[in-house]
T-cell receptor, first 113, second 109 residues
Framework: DAGVTQSPTHLIKTRGQQVTLRCSPK?????VSWYQQALGQGPQFIFQ???????QRGNFPDRFSGHQFPNYSSELNVNALLLGDSALYLC????????????FGSGTQLSVL | LAKTTQPISMDSYEGQEVNITCSHN???????ITWYQQFPSQGPRFIIQ???TKVTNEVASLFIPADRKSSTLSLPRVSLSDTAVYYC??????????FGTGTRLQVFP
């Protein structure tokens, strides 16, 4: 049973470019959350998708957008990249419901030059 | 969402018991307390979750006093592989979980 898988593992972009990160949830999970983790900090919630809709959103600009597909996989898109967007981007999957624990992928390390 | 406060770092030696305390003074009635562990360049991993009193699983115990304004994660007989960052989270469900900066545990031989 594969856990949460993310691709790519590493990515280098330049300022102003756009990037798409991908996530496949753990088998049986229907909810995907995205987090941004800067070096030395805890993960910061970006948004959560369930039933192909954005359900919750953290304090991130609309340069950050996402999508969930019918097979529950998800994409995170970031437009007009800034140097400050350099971080580890984590995808977490869960089963919709109260207090269902999150299963995290290993993340995509994004470097913006 | 309840805010949590944890020590920034802790040191221990192999074989010792480690207790990490988390303060969450404004915890709500429906909030659960959840702890995650994170190794470098990996995503956080669920350790344990509780609502009140004591919860124990194969890797840790979680102690929650009656007022629920704090909780203590107990790791018995730590090894070098327990060196990681430990996060305490409080919330009603998995929506918008707020991670703090966590507690960086360093285990020495």
């Amino acid at each position: 049973d594969a856990g949460v898988t993310q691709s790519p593992t590493h990515l280098i972009k330049t300022r102003g470019q756009q990037v798409t990160l991908r996530c496949s949830p753990k088998s049986g999970h229907d909810t995907v959350s995205w987090y941004q983790q800067a070096l030395g900090q805890g993960p910061q919630f970006i948004f959560q998708y369930y039933e192909e809709e954005e359900r919750q959103r953290g304090n991130f600009p609309d340069r950050f957008s996402g999508h969930q597909f019918p097979n529950y996989s998800s994409e995170l898109n970031v437009n007009a990249l800034l140097l400050g967007d350099s971080a580890l981007y984590l995808c977490a999957s869960s089963l919709q419901g109260i207090n269902e624990k999150l299963f995290f992928g290993s993340g995509t390390q994004l470097s913006v030059l | 969402l309840a805010k949590t406060t944890q020590p920034i770092s802790m040191d221990s030696y192999e074989g010792q018991e480690v207790n990490i305390t988390c303060s969450h003074n404004n915890i709500a009635t429906n909030d659960y307390i959840t702890w995650y562990q994170q190794f470098p360049s990996q995503g956080p991993r669920f350790i344990i979750q509780g609502y009140k009193t004591k919860v124990t699983n194969e890797v840790a115990s979680l102690f929650i006093p009656a007022d629920r304004k704090s909780s203590t994660l107990s790791l018995p007989r730590v090894s070098l592989s327990d060196t990681a960052v430990y996060y305490c989270l409080v919330g009603e469900n998995t929506d918008k979980l707020i991670f703090g900066t966590g507690t960086r545990l360093q285990v020495f031989p």
